[in-house]
């Protein structure tokens, strides 16, 4: 798995019978720990920057680009982790 950091941030502001949309706010030096989706997510970065995306196989560079937003099927097993000198933020939109 991964090394120990501080947490990320997270407001969620949707939790209704169809989606749960949760804000993610991961300042430099930060993750969201590691998890599983269970439900397939589309990510909508509203602030741009690097990350890194730790994976049992191994861990990916990933670039936050704001207006570019991506879907993952449920399943996904990760942790996120902010190495990069910014503020990164996006919204996590679960597909209930």
Do not use: Q
Not at 1 to 23: F, G, L, N, Q
Not at 45 to 72: C, F, H, N, Q
Not at 73 to 93: C, L, R, S, T, Y
């Amino acid at each position: 798995m991964t090394d120990t950091y501080p947490p990320a941030a997270s407001t969620m502001h949707i939790d209704d019978k169809s989606v749960r949309v949760t804000e993610w706010r991961l300042p430099p030096g930060s993750a969201t720990g590691w998890h599983k989706h269970e439900m397939a997510y589309v990510i909508v970065p509203t602030s741009g920057g690097p990350l890194r995306i730790a994976t049992p196989d191994g861990d990916v560079a990933a670039e936050m680009v704001v207006g570019k937003p991506y879907i993952r099927p449920a399943g996904v097993e990760h942790d996120v982790i902010n190495d990069g000198p910014g503020e990164v933020v996006f919204m996590e939109v679960e597909l209930k």
